[in-house]
């Protein structure tokens, strides 16, 4: 099964098991938009799922948000409210936007979603703009970080939900213009972290 056809049966849930878990560390994650960017600027969000970022967005900025499943991007759709945001159909590893697109990117739970998280964190680096910033939230293992039960069910929840083992520094090791501004352990005994990436070279 892939993740299109899995996130197509989980998104009827995704909000039950999911909203209030990550409520707070997503309102953390952020507020960060309002110091890291300004009015009128172009923020993307990569993998928004059920839009459950959108209550938490300035409005005074234009955003877009993309994802592979239809069946989570609608429920996104219904949180739009007074947010200018366009949703639009697509895959994280292989952004449809020009370089140097975007002011700042969001994303949340995407990058050890998808088969190839080095992929879609290369992707991010070509379409911010020199000096915008990448805002993560996401479950990384430390390097060399034992974790047997989530090395042994990675084989299964990779194909239907997530990865359990991406390192995030590996992920950044391939991308030369992102240096770490923030690293911040938030949830599940530092399984969960909030990153704060910016682009400092072309
Ligand atoms: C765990 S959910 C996270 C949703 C949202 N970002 C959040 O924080 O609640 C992962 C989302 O990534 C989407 N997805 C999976 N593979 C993708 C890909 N290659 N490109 C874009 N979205 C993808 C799924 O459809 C799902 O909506």
């Known amino acids: 099964m892939g993740l299109k056809h899995s996130y197509t049966l989980i998104a009827p849930f995704y909000d039950l ?4 878990a990550t409520h ?4 953390t994650s ?3 938009i309002q110091q890291l ?9 990569t993998g928004i799922g059920t839009g459950l970022d959108i209550p938490h967005l300035p ?6 948000g993309i994802d592979l499943t239809p069946g989570m991007l609608n429920k996104a759709a219904r ?8 949703l639009q159909l697509g895959d994280a590893m292989n952004l449809p936007y020009e370089g140097a697109s975007f002011d700042l990117i969001v994303m949340h739970l995407i990058l050890a979603v998808v088969p190839d998280p080095q992929l879609a964190l290369r ?12 805002l993560i939230l996401d479950k990384f293992l430390k390097p060399g970080q034992l974790a047997l039960l989530r090395r042994l069910a990675n084989p299964i929840t990779r194909h239907i939900a997530t990865q359990t083992t991406v390192v995030f520094e590996h992920l950044l ?8 501004v923030e690293d911040e352990p938030v949830l599940a005994g530092g399984w969960f972290r909030r990153i704060v990436l910016q682009k400092t070279k072309d």
Do not use: M, P, W
């Open 17 to 20: 098991v999911v909203a209030k």
């Open 24 to 27: 707070a560390i997503r309102k």
């Open 30 to 32: 952020l507020q960060q």
């Open 37 to 45: 960017s300004r009015h009128g600027d172009k923020i993307l969000i």
């Open 59 to 64: 409005a005074d900025r234009f955003y877009t």
């Open 79 to 86: 949180r739009k409210g007074a947010v200018n945001i366009t």
């Open 123 to 134: 992707e991010a680096q070509r379409v911010v703009k020199t000096r915008g910033h990448i």
């Open 173 to 180: 090791e391939e991308c030369k213009s992102l240096a770490k």
